[in-house]
Structures are given as structure tokens and as C-alpha cells.
Nanobody, 116 residues
Framework: QVQLVESGGGLVQPGGSLRLSCTASGSIFSINAMGWYRQAPGKERELVARVPSGGTTVKGRFTISRDNAKNTVYLQMNSLKPEDTAVYYC???????????????WGQGTQVTVSS
């Protein structure tokens, strides 16, 4: 089985920063794309950022990066605004040791609240 475990959410004041982490574990053969989505109350889940392999991608105030050696993806969020308040979900396409085909996995979500 495969698990995605997120951490780093919490309450932050407007203008502040947070760094989310998500680590994949289990019977992993390889990982294709990893990314972050978010869902605000009453809204549909939306893509925040996605990185296909290694490296770093900047999406405005947010930076997504991966550490392939640790099977971990990060989301650095700067200059946070109240409208960034949402549950943030980690997502990854993982090829397991048994199936050898890409399967999409989701983390349990971590709450980010931006408020004064």
C-alpha cells in the first residue's frame, strides 16, 4: 500500500508564510508527477501547483519543489492572503512495486487558515 502524509498546515496572519510537506511511503517503484491542490469551503478542489519530476516550479507567491530521494514534495507559500484559506491536499501519481502502473494517490489534507 501507499500513503501520502502531509504536514505544515496551521493558522497564519495575512502576509505570513507557511511550508507544507508531503511524504510518500509504501511499496513505491517510482513516482511520476507530484502536486498540491486546495479546496476552500463551498468551492471545488483546484490545482495549486504540480511538478512532473524533480526541480522547482514557482507559481506566483507559491513555490513547489521535490526531493526525490525522500519521496517528498514541498509547497512554500509566501505573502499569504485570507483567500488562500483552504484544505490543502497532496497528490501523486505513483507506480507501485506490485502493479507497475501509475495510480493516483491523495493525502488526507492539511488545513491552512490565513486570518488576523
Amino acid at each position: 500500500q501507499v500513503q501520502l502524509v502531509e504536514s505544515g498546515g496551521g493558522l497564519v496572519q495575512p502576509g505570513g508564510s507557511l511550508r507544507l510537506s508531503c511524504t510518500a511511503s509504501g511499496s513505491i517503484f517510482s513516482i511520476n508527477a507530484m502536486g498540491w491542490y486546495r479546496q476552500a469551503p463551498g468551492k471545488e478542489r483546484e490545482l495549486v501547483a504540480r511538478v512532473p519530476s524533480g526541480g522547482t516550479t514557482v507559481k506566483g507567491r507559491f513555490t513547489i519543489s521535490r526531493d526525490n530521494a525522500k519521496n517528498t514534495v514541498y509547497l512554500q507559500m509566501n505573502s499569504l492572503k485570507p483567500e488562500d484559506t483552504a484544505v490543502y491536499y497532496c497528490n501523486a501519481e505513483i507506480i507501485t512495486s506490485t502493479l507497475r502502473v501509475g495510480v493516483e494517490y491523495w493525502g488526507q489534507g492539511t488545513q491552512v487558515t490565513v486570518s488576523s
